[in-house]
């Protein structure tokens, strides 16, 4: 068994809020559970028991009262709480447990100087911008779109436009324009909020040709909203109102409109790399549940902490941070590169905030664990308490780090979900001690299961992802798939009324689990797969490794195949003989002979998703034949360029192949 990293305090029960809702349940429903895995358990098997009490316990506001709690449990289309309304937005703005007076918005960046919100400037904003949004006549079921950052108006927007029952959906300002538009065309909003620009690091962005293009792409706008950003002087550009006037003072009163259980609350975005993006529409009541369980009782927040995750507004993560206020918990923003000036910035603005969990991502654990930063050493850590890791897997030597040289008392969780529910499967909990590379549990209400080959569930063994029972926070739907095909396609094909997700997943006998890739881009040699997880985490290991990529050829004859790495190298460095048997040497050391590659390349850079995720399925499809532009949508890269040296290697295959048969 490895080594326990973290364990929970003897007084956990006492201090946290699963603790709390422990002794809830006890009283309120005479229900007793001795451990969290006997816990789990009731909470997948009886649904409408466990999301009933989520209701109850957070005392969900409801304008009119639910007929029931799950009317239909099939999947896709799982009904829930039927009959009630609600409004997300006033969940968010009830700030439980926090004075008018208190912080609720932290935000810094690198584009302006730092700015707090109190929870009574918070409502205060909100009220003006919906009463803005009004006069623009926005109206339930509009669609409101934010070219914006991690900033206060993007929160206080999304807040405004939600309240109103209208739809939310956000870009990160560093899309380029048809990323944006591949997106927004198929929403059609009838408001755009946009900045000029943004500085990341001290390197200003102009975004003002992109914001003009964005706008003569989307016939459906009615408005344009300017944020003077990057120019707080600058003036709208012409046809658009200022921020300044929307946000103008009223005597209109802060009011929610209810909407029912699933009416769509906004639209996130698969990453489009492989043709349009698919817009999944998030529910009011799926995602106040499901966040309102997550950051209570998962990550333990409430009144009196500071959260942040080092997010865009581009990514999901963005969507869950700034629920925080909606169990009591400060939100803090930054906007901008969190290697600027240098890895130790993050730290120090843990220090500078008084943040109590920070969210980050494991190629940011790891690039500060390579680059010998000591956190502990860089900045006063002593108010932390939680680090979230999620957007890939994390592995056993990131954790290590993490306990060496950030901090030996806090809670590491690492966690793994998807946009798909806006949330996470697998992450942790206060109950359950850390382990070495893996994910402590499955959450709460989640009913995660690992699939064999032949479709059977398995313990220990490397398996499909899927979910076997729903989700509240599971998307309504598709926007513009009136018949659910496209939804249905996405997820429950594979295995009919089952949720199957993409990844791997391994879960032990103690309800651990292992991420180790996607399932789409699985190494599957001689029969074995492999997940790429681990690959990436011995060959980054080596110091003279970058980044990296890996990919398995089958051979369509039914031999192994050809397994494939391609390395980004540090500054200075070329790829010889010495440094392919290292690497060789590494993997079959660490991992099994399988592991070693047929063939080791150099490559000027991996391509990746605007959230920063490796793309092994397109580098396959090209190396297979796939002409770029198919393969991917360079739109959803942020690197699209890197594509080329692939597609040029592929096609020196085939002419070396020809010149043999020749």
Known sequence: MPDVLWTPPADVLERSRIGDYLRWLRAERG?????????????????????????????????????????????????????????????????????????????????????????????????????????????????????????????????????????????????????????????????????????????????????????????????????????????????????AELAAETDEPLTFTPVAFDHPLYVLYSSGTTGLPKPIVHGHGGILLEHLKMLALHHDLGPGDRFFWFTTTGWMMWNFLVSGPAVGAAIVLFDGNPGHPDLGALWRLAEETGMTYLGTSPPFLLACRKAGLVPKEVADLSTLRGLGSTGAPLPPEGFTWVYEAVGETLQLQSLSGGTDVCTGFVGGVPLLPVYPGEIACRALGTKVEARSADGSPVIGELGELVITAPMPSMPVGFWNDPDGKRYREAYFDFYPGVWRHGDWITVNSRGGCVITGRSDATLNRGGVRLGTAEFYSVVEGLDEVVDS???????????????????????????????????????????SPRHVPDEIHQVRAVPRTLSAKKLEVPVKKILTGTPVDSAAAKGALANPESLTAFAAFAQRRVSDEDATVG
């Open 31 to 243: 229900l007793e559970f001795t451990d969290y895995h006997e816990l789990w358990q009731w909470s997948v098997t009886d649904l409408s028991a466990f999301w009933g009490s989520i209701w109850d316990y957070f005392q969900v506001i409801s304008h009119t009262p639910a007929t029931d709690v799950l009317a239909d449990a099939t999947m896709p289309g799982a009904r829930w709480f039927p009959g009630a309304t609600l409004n997300y937005a006033e969940h968010v703005l009830r700030m439980p447990g926090l004075a008018d007076d208190a912080p609720v918005v932290i935000a810094h960046g690198q584009t302006r100087a730092p700015q707090t919100l109190t929870a009574a400037g918070l409502r205060e904003q909100v009220r003006r911008v919906a009463a803005g949004l009004r006069r623009l006549g926005v109206g339930t079921g509009d669609r409101v779109a934010a070219y914006a950052p991690n900033i206060p108006e993007t929160f206080v927007l999304m807040l405004a436009t939600t309240s109103l029952g209208a739809v939310f959906s956000s870009c990160a300002p560093e899309f380029g324009t048809r990323s944006v538009t591949d997106r927004w065309q198929q929403i059609e909003p009838t408001v755009l909020v946009a900045v000029d620009g943004y500085r990341y690091g001290d390197k200003p962005v102009d975004r003002r040709g992109e914001v003009a293009a964005i706008r003569a792409a989307l016939p459906s706008l009615r408005h344009t909203v300017a944020i003077p950003y990057l120019d707080p002087a600058g003036s709208p550009p012409e046809g658009a109102i200022g921020w």
């Open 549 to 591: 990529v890996v990919v398995h050829l089958e051979d369509a004859d039914g031999g192994p195949g050809e397994l494939l790495l391609f390395v980004v190298l540090a500054e200075g460095r070329e790829l010889d003989d010495d440094l392919r048997k290292e690497i060789a040497r590494e993997l079959r050391t660490a991992l």
